[in-house]
C-alpha cells in the first residue's frame, strides 16, 4: 500500500466534516482496512462508506466489522469483493441499529449467509427518528450478498 494511501485515507476519516467517503479500488488492503477501522472511531459524522474492491480480506474486515458495530452514525456501506470473512460481520449487523444498507458481494459468503440473515431478522427495532418521523417511517434494512 502507498504511503499516501496509509495516511490520506484515516485522515480524511477523522476530520469530522465528511458524511461521504468514497475510496473504492484504492488498493488499501488489511492494513488500510485498519486504519480505516481505526478512524471510524474518532468520526461521528460519516454516514457513506465505500471501500469496494480493496482487498481488505479476513483481517482488515474483522477490524471494518468491529468499528462497524460501534459507529453510530453509518447507515450505507460498501464492501464489495474484498476477500472478507464475512462472518464477522453477524454481530455488527445487529448491533449497528442505524446501518441501512450493507453490501458484501463477490465475497466468500458459503455458510455465513444464514448467520447474517439471521442477524438482519433479531435486529432490534431502531430508536424513533429526530425531529418529527418515527420508527415506521425508516427504510428497512437492506443486507446485499
Known sequence: MGRWRQHAAPCAVTQGILTELNLRKNGLEAAGGKAVAAALGENATLTSLNL????????????VALALALHTALTSLDLKGNQLAIEAFAPA?????VLQRLNLRYNAVGAAETALKEAV???KQPPPVEAGGDAEDQPPFELLL
Not at 55 to 63: D, Q, S, T, W
Open 52 to 63: 469496494a474492491y480493496n482487498a481488505l480480506g479476513a483481517k482488515g474486515g474483522a477490524a
Open 93 to 97: 449487523i445487529k448491533a449497528n441499529l
Open 121 to 123: 431478522k433479531g435486529r
